[in-house]
């Protein structure tokens, strides 16, 4: 039986992904940076395990807790929604620190056992928001953006080893809590300077007002896919939305 190991799973894309994997006969390691019990049904095949991707010590013990495992799912991520000129470098760094060093770190660490085995796969979670150009988004699309980088190149690098990488990239999802975690840097008030207010206004308008959105379910059955495809093929777009922006580009 095949095991998964899961980042960021206490809401979201990652709670449903685990789900997903769980319910198609997979072992479940669900990590979250503290463990909730009460947002996954807890049993031998689907275990809770803390793991904070800007922590090196939690990620080791985590994997040695779980074992050998076939695919890592890299989904553990920090939005963030605000003007650049009012982001503070301090919050850039913290964006950077889980979106992107993060995923470089837990990969790293999964790495040598895929590799010394002769099989498994990365499945690194990006965002739509690398398919297009959008406001309000440049500290986060860079982020996710190193992400696609690295992805591509990693893919190159792990080919020979029998071993795969690929990105998932999400579109907007209404049923996650993003905007309020994008935000808490401060309310978008303090990271709008006053003379992008008009500019950011219609931003948020325009975002809530498009016609597509992305269900969880959506990314889990992507990922899904992504872990088991053996084309070569690399990106992922997941919900329609995504996949608009995808199919423009």
């Known amino acids: 039986m095949n095991t998964v190991l899961i980042t960021g799973t206490s809401s979201g894309y990652g709670r449903a992904t685990a789900l997903h994997f769980h319910a198609q006969g997979w072992n479940v390691i669900a990590t979250m940076r503290s463990r909730r019990p009460d947002v996954l049904p807890e049993s031998d095949r689907l275990r809770i395990v803390e793991l904070d991707v800007t922590k090196p010590d939690t990620i080791t013990a985590a994997l040695e807790l779980a074992g050998p495992i076939d695919a890592l799912v890299n989904n553990a991520g920090v939005p963030s929604i605000s003007v650049f000129e009012g982001t503070p470098m301090a919050r850039v760094r913290e964006v950077f620190e889980t979106n992107t060093f993060g995923v470089m770190a837990t990969t790293q660490a999964v790495l040598p056992q895929f590799r010394e085995r002769g099989s498994g796969v990365v499945v690194n979670v990006t965002s739509s928001v690398v398919l297009g150009d959008m406001p309000l988004s440049a500290v986060y699309k860079a982020s996710k953006a190193a992400v ?11 080919a020979p080893f029998g071993v795969r990488a690929k990105t998932v990239q999400p579109g907007a999802c209404l049923t996650t ?17 006053p003379p992008y207010a008009p500019f950011a206004r219609k931003a948020m308008a325009d975002f809530t007002g498009q016609d597509l959105f992305t269900q969880e379910s959506d990314v889990a ?3 899904w896919r992504a872990a088991h495809d053996t084309t070569g093929r690399l990106r992922f777009p997941a919900g329609p939305d995504a996949v608009r922006l995808a199919q423009a580009t």
């Open 221 to 223: 059955e992507t990922v």
């Open 177 to 193: 809590n993003f905007a309020g975690k994008a935000m808490n840097g401060g309310p978008l008030d303090e990271l709008v300077p």
């Open 148 to 158: 696609e980088g690295f992805t591509s190149s990693l893919a190159l690098e792990l």
